[in-house]
């Protein structure tokens, strides 16, 4: 069956402007993750959704960064005034739910910030 | 506070030989282990996970782990390695929250 996607692949954008990146994950799966990963380290927790709500947004480094998952779904991740340190890959994951649930991931959307 | 040890970069072994690479962890309560691998250009592969029973758990491409709670160590293992197992390796750990905390990784180098 299909995998968690993202998209796009890359973004490219200057430093200071709004950019939103999408996860589609499996489906059937009720919870989502977003991770960032910044070269040469293991990726870091953004936030949690189980269902519609953010479950555990603690990892959110900011008020510059908001995600989302309106119909239980596909979510969104939102960073405004984007700043260089924002470079990143940004991974999803999704599973059925659970501190035991391996999670699948997708294969990211590389950030750049210029 | 939850965290996760990779004390090597990297770990290099010839093909046809056995492979360990290491990961030591700290957690409150009972702690769910896992074991993910990434390629070049593709996202992360689950392996295998440790939650509770045998200390000896059985996951993808003939990899195995063993969990140590004396030690707080799960290292991953495979009895013979290949070149197509070069990739790079994380542990992780969820303690019974639903977050995954990743070590920082080791790049696994297997040479003909």
């Known amino acids: 069956g299909a995998g968690v996607s993202q998209t796009p692949s890359n973004k490219v954008t200057e430093k200071g402007k709004y950019v939103e990146l999408r996860c589609d994950p499996i489906?059937?799966?009720?919870?989502l993750y977003w991770y960032r990963q910044s070269l040469g380290q293991g990726p870091e927790f953004l936030i949690y959704?189980?269902?519609?709500?953010?479950?555990?947004d603690s990892g959110l480094p900011n008020d510059r960064f908001f995600a989302v998952r309106p119909e239980g779904s596909v979510s969104t991740l939102k960073i405004q005034r984007t700043e260089r340190g924002d470079s990143a890959v940004y991974l999803c994951?999704?599973?059925?739910?659970?501190?035991?649930?391996?999670?699948?991931f997708g294969p990211g959307t590389r950030l750049t910030v210029t | 506070a939850q965290s996760v040890a990779q004390p090597e970069d990297q770990v290099n072994v010839a093909e046809g030989n056995p492979l360990t690479v290491k990961c030591t962890y700290s957690?409150?309560?009972?702690?769910?282990l896992f074991w993910y691998v990434q390629y070049p250009n593709r996202g992360l592969q689950f392996l295998l996970k440790?939650?509770?029973?045998?200390?000896l758990v059985k996951g993808s491409y003939g990899f195995e782990a063993e969990f140590n709670k004396s030690q707080t160590s799960f290292h991953l293992k495979k009895p013979s390695a290949l070149v197509s197992d070069s990739a790079l390796y994380f542990c992780?750990?969820?303690?019974?929250?639903?977050?995954?905390?990743f070590g920082a990784g080791t790049r696994l180098a297997v040479h003909p």
């Open positions: 489906s059937g799966h009720t919870a």
């Open positions: 959704f189980q269902g519609t709500g953010a479950a555990d």
């Open positions: 994951a999704s599973s059925l739910g659970g501190p035991a649930g391996e999670q699948y």
């Open positions: 957690v409150s309560g009972n702690p769910y």
């Open positions: 440790y939650i509770t029973g045998d200390n």
């Open positions: 992780a750990v969820s303690g019974g929250y639903n977050k995954l905390i």
